[in-house]
């Protein structure tokens, strides 16, 4: 128990303060004598033992009635391990402009708000705290490497199964753990939100796999990277949040994973630039299975990695020319609506002709043939009143599906395509029938056909005998009651019939599938 004797001048002057919550601030007011990075130098003037500052939120100078007790610090070089693991804290925590020669452990602690502002902190230990009131982290320094057992065994700041009724700010602060995780927050229920904006840099893994954050994740501007190594900078998977602001030149050098997080809201990574792993080989964006309202991916320009979609599922999408890389995963991704840009970025007005050539290539980009992505993109077109727009999707869909087929399965879907567009252009049968029916008919024209049974039946119409032989059903007449003795005309009579089947026989098809798909 430490006694007031042995406190040094600066201690005391904090015992004292503390029971009225008065700020104890030892900054010299001199930019270059207060810079933090070089608080290992200040003097013992500047000194705050950490275990005075643990007997202080411990009860070791009981307030006095009528007054609010907070522990105010300012400027000050702060020796030993600040250790306060499940202590039951009373009193808000301010600490601005502090040097830790050590680091902090609050894990499993009750407490009310903290702020560590601006300082340099070898780490920070707050797995399962609980927190009545805020976490302010803003503009300090959060380093993995000492040589203290201390730090052998954390990661630059642990939040794991935190819950914290405020908002958690990270605003401007530099978190380092470049081989580890920068930031692990599995389980983190932050009421009112994590603020990492303005130059936030987290060097080193962000993981808040399974978090809870109601208040959303707010990361515009920021910085997240892992330096020469591959992997994940950003790992959300399962979480549940509000909104995902990855926006206004947010920076990821490695992979962002959001596979299963809900988002009740907004999901944006307007202006982002996602990079994906330094050698160029892995996702830049994993959302599998991912849920949200609505979807801005309009980046800064395309990811260098591949962007995975599998399964996911949003209300709408925004994107633009810069949105996609050479592969996406897109195999089961449903969403309502297609927003167009409403600057004018994108070229996505619908109706457009080149917009179902843009929509199919995007489809294209994704690795092997899957039928959904084509589907679900008809199916916006139709709900949007585009029938045209939807089949030419659809024969899109078809073409791309006989590269898969066996020869001779190919053979027949071009058949089915020249003929009919499988379905989804019947009018081409009805060209291929007027050019047939013309050849016919000037071909026949010209000679006349030996009778079957002379001086019996119709006499001979071109037009008429040209038409029997194209029609495979019922018949005219005129194919029953005449022949030809000449060779080419006689074989011209076969391809006719021949063609007749085959026009038939891709139009049943080809509409039987238009018919069952819808």
């Known amino acids: 128990m430490l006694s007031y004797d042995e406190l040094t001048s600066p201690e005391r002057e904090l015992w004292d303060a503390f029971p009225e919550g008065r700020r104890v601030d030892l900054r010299t007011g001199v930019p270059e004598d207060d ?9 013992s003037g500047r000194t705050v033992r950490a275990t005075v ?10 307030p006095q009635p009528g007054a609010v007790a907070c522990l105010r610090l300012a400027g ?28 902090v452990d609050l894990s499993g602690a009750s407490t009310q708000s903290i702020a560590i502002v601006g300082s340099r902190v070898p780490g920070v230990e707050a ?47 530099e978190i380092i753990a470049p081989e580890q995780w920068a930031l692990s927050a599995g389980g983190l229920v932050a009421e009112g939100g994590v603020y990492c904006l303005d130059g936030f840099v987290a060097h080193g893994e962000v993981r808040l796999m399974g978090a809870q ?16 190594q591959r992997g994940v900078t950003l790992a959300l998977d399962n979480a549940v949040a509000s909104t995902l602001d990855f926006s206004d030149g947010f920076i990821s050098n490695g992979t962002v994973r959001l596979r299963g997080a809900r988002i009740s809201d907004n999901l944006t990574f307007e202006g982002a630039v996602l990079n994906g792993p330094p050698d160029g080989h892995g996702p830049s964006l994993v959302a599998l299975l991912m849920q949200a309202v609505d979807f801005d991916f309009i ?10 979609l599998r399964g996911a599922q949003v209300s709408y999408l925004h994107d633009s020319d810069h949105s996609w890389p050479d592969v996406v995963e897109l195999d089961g991704f449903v969403y309502g609506s297609i927003k167009v840009d409403e600057a004018g970025e994108r070229r996505e007005a619908v109706g457009r002709r080149d917009s179902v050539a843009r929509r199919v290539a995007w489809i294209r980009r994704s690795p092997g043939y899957n039928p959904q992505p084509y589907e679900q993109l008809a199916s916006w077109y139709r709900k949007a009143g585009h029938d045209h727009d939807a089949r030419r999707v659809l024969l899109a869909k078809q073409r791309h599906r006989r590269q898969t087929l066996p020869p001779a399965a190919g053979v027949w879907g071009h058949l089915l395509d020249v003929t009919v567009g499988y379905g989804y252009r019947p009018w081409l049968a009805g060209v291929w029938l ?38 495979p059903i019922g018949g005219l007449g005129q194919r029953t009651a005449w022949y030809w003795s000449s060779g080419s005309l006689q074989w011209l009579a076969y391809l006719l019939i021949a063609f007749g089947w085959v026009l038939t026989t891709a139009v049943i098809a080809g509409v039987t599938r238009t018919l069952q798909k819808n």
């Open 35 to 43: 810079r933090v990075a070089e608080g290992g130098r200040w003097s």
């Open 53 to 62: 500052i643990v007997a202080l939120l411990q009860g070791a100078n009981t």
């Open 76 to 103: 000050a070089r702060i020796p030993g391990h600040l250790n306060l693991a499940g202590a039951q804290i009373a009193h808000p925590l301010w600490l601005e402009d502090c040097w830790f020669e050590d680091g």
């Open 127 to 173: 797995g399962l705290i609980r927190i009545e009131g805020r976490l302010d982290l803003r503009r300090s320094r959060l380093e993995r490497g000492s040589a203290s057992p201390f730090h052998r065994r954390v990661t630059a700041l642990s939040l794991i199964n935190a819950h914290v009724s405020g908002a958690v700010n990270l605003s401007g602060a």
């Open 213 to 228: 954050l109601p208040g959303g994740l707010h990361m515009r501007g920021a910085l997240v990277e892992r330096p020469g």
């Open 299 to 308: 980046l800064a320009r395309p990811p260098s990695g591949t962007v995975d």
């Open 434 to 471: 007027l050019v047939l029916t013309l050849l016919g008919t000037l071909s026949f024209g010209t000679h006349s056909p030996d009778p079957v049974k002379p001086g019996e039946g119709a006499p001979f119409q071109p037009l008429v005998y040209t038409l029997d032989l194209l029609i």
